[in-house]
């Protein structure tokens, strides 16, 4: 039986804080990353199903693993039995929002007291799963979970590190490779799907592609073409067993102007000047401060933006960079940085890279391609 692939203690401690009796996850990143990577696959993309969607669940009563339990549907059997969990107890009488909050509840009343505080993922819970578990558990106490699991999953083991450092270098080749069709009569649509087929060339799932042609700052796929002397950003996201990486690159069809050549070097030099302050213990009001006055030093500044942000299951997890926080950074969090100027005449010049706190620093995560796609 594999082994539980969470920080167990981690876990207590932040339940305890929050004064929960037992962890109720349902969101497709929080089972799987509970479970220790499974989860079922028919489903992982296609949850809709005649009148009602497919929900699992993960319950975990603070203090005892030996309890721990899996509710899902009875046709995920075969490949439970070949990809076996560490959680103890599986039930596979769910399935439907309503079937599989029935069987969650039973095995709660199983385990903690009528009066219980139930964490539960309000914002990834569908409604009438949520009324079924109070109707079900009538004297239970529920509390939103989501926070709680943030915290759990803000430093990444060394396996989690190695997955994003994947999907990033693969994102990355992707979007290089997109660059490189560039011709004439090409739409931003195009260039999306080239980016999808890509990602998945290399065992990567399509997540999104913003893409910019500019001077216009529309960053969806459209009919837009990328004609000769126009600049393209294209901002991508994809993910390998729901570890992200979220990247962005510029390019042009032919020679870029030489204010978009500046705007893109503003890009990198704000870029680099924010790594030299992402090691263990910068406080994150401390990096927010950084990022905004070496923004003001660039001569573009006024058209300019900086954007620091926690990456790993979910975009805009911990580390929360805010201004006045006086949390600090820790080896393993994973940051997503964002640098960006919109300039009417050029367009959405932007770099947007994944950056991990080492325990001596910082490791650029997907590098490939920071430099300018030039398209003929």
């Known amino acids: 039986m594999p082994s539980v692939p969470f920080d167990s203690a981690k876990l207590n401690h932040l339940l305890e804080q ?9 969101s497709r990143h929080n089972v799987r990353y509970l479970s220790g990577g499974y989860y079922d696959h028919f489903h992982a993309l296609a949850p809709r199903g005649g009148s009602s969607q497919y929900v699992a669940f993960v319950g975990i009563p603070r203090g005892r693993l030996e309890s721990a339990f899996y509710v899902g549907g009875a046709s995920e059997r075969r490949q439970l039995e070949a990809m076996p969990t560490w959680l103890p107890s599986v039930d596979l009488s ?22 219980a505080t139930i964490g539960v993922e309000l914002p990834f819970l569908p409604a009438d799963s949520f009324v079924t ?20 999953r803000a430093i990444k083991t060394e396996a ?3 997955t994003m450092r994947t999907v990033a270098n693969y994102v990355a080749e992707s979007i290089v490779a997109a660059f490189r069709v560039g011709h004439d009569g090409v739409t931003t649509r195009d260039l999306s799907a080239v980016v999808a087929h890509q990602m998945a060339d290399r065992g990567v ?51 870029p102007s030489s204010l978009a050549r500046e705007l893109h070097a503003e890009c990198l030099e704000l870029q680099n000047q924010i790594r030299r302050f992402i090691r263990p213990g910068t406080p994150y009001g401390d990096l927010a401060v950084e990022g905004e006055n070496a923004l003001r030093r660039l001569p573009h500044a006024n058209l300019g933006r900086f954007v620091a942000h926690g990456i790993g299951m979910v975009s805009h997890e911990q580390p929360m960079i805010a ?31 994944v950056v991990a706190v080492t325990p001596d620093g910082y490791e650029g995560m997907g590098d490939l391609g920071r430099d300018w796609q030039i398209s003929d």
Not at 138 to 148: G, I, K, L, Q
Not at 326 to 337: F, N
């Open 323 to 353: 201004k006045g926080s006086t949390r600090t950074l820790e080896a393993g969090m994973v940051l997503s940085i964002e640098t960006e100027f919109l300039e009417p005449s050029v367009g959405h010049v932007k770099i947007e890279d």
């Open 205 to 255: 799932e399509f997540l999104w592609s913003f893409t910019c042609a500019g001077p216009s700052y529309l960053r969806a796929p459209s009919s837009m073409t990328w004609d000769r002397g126009r600049v393209l950003h294209l901002d991508c996201g994809g993910e390998i067993g729901d570890y992200l990486a979220d990247i962005c690159r510029m390019g042009c069809r032919g020679e």
């Open 160 to 162: 989690e590190l190695s």
């Open 94 to 115: 769910g399935g439907t929002t309503t079937q599989s909050a029935r069987a969650a509840a039973a095995q709660v009343r199983s385990r903690v007291a009528e009066s």
């Open 133 to 152: 578990l109070q109707s079900e558990l009538p004297h239970a106490r529920f509390v939103d979970v989501t926070n709680v699991l943030h915290e759990l």
């Open 18 to 26: 929050a004064g929960i009796d037992l962890v109720l996850a349902t």
